[in-house]
């Protein structure tokens, strides 16, 4: 069997909100025939102080084949997740908004910033990064 391709991933989120992260990395981890790198920046390691912030970001989000945005409302009043959006915008990275269950509002900024929103499935979640990690 040939080697798996490995998915350069950042994952936007809120540090308030971290069990949404987690759960998106265990269904990253446990999905078959996946392999992932993870490029995001978890509450358990933070990025140095705010001066510093932006510069690692960007360190941090350039080599990712694929943003993924965890969508809840939560998202509207994040400064640094907009940012992060408008980041992966400019240097061309896809971002994948992802609807948290039962959701029928998502934020503006994701509806506007996001290439596609998908629903918080692992499947389709993998999915969409194979199709957009190119």
Not at 7 to 27: A, K, P, T
Not at 39 to 56: A, C, F, G, I, M
Not at 65 to 76: F, I
């Amino acid at each position: 069997m040939p080697a798996l391709k490995k998915y350069s991933v950042f994952i936007c989120h809120d540090w308030e909100y971290s069990d949404d992260y987690g759960r998106i990395c265990q269904f990253l981890d446990a999905a078959p025939n996946f392999d992932w790198e993870n490029r995001s920046v978890p509450e358990h390691d933070p990025l140095d102080t705010d001066n510093q912030l932006q510069y690692n970001l960007r360190n941090q989000m350039r080599p990712a084949h694929v943003m993924l945005v965890l969508a809840g409302m939560y998202t509207a009043h994040s400064k640094w997740m907009d940012w992060e959006m408008a980041f992966a915008r400019r240097i061309g990275k896809p971002i994948l908004g992802i609807a948290p269950w039962g959701n029928r509002v998502l934020p503006r900024a994701v509806q506007d910033n996001a290439d596609e929103i998908i629903r918080w499935r692992q499947e389709t979640i993998v999915n969409a990064i194979r199709r957009y990690g190119t």
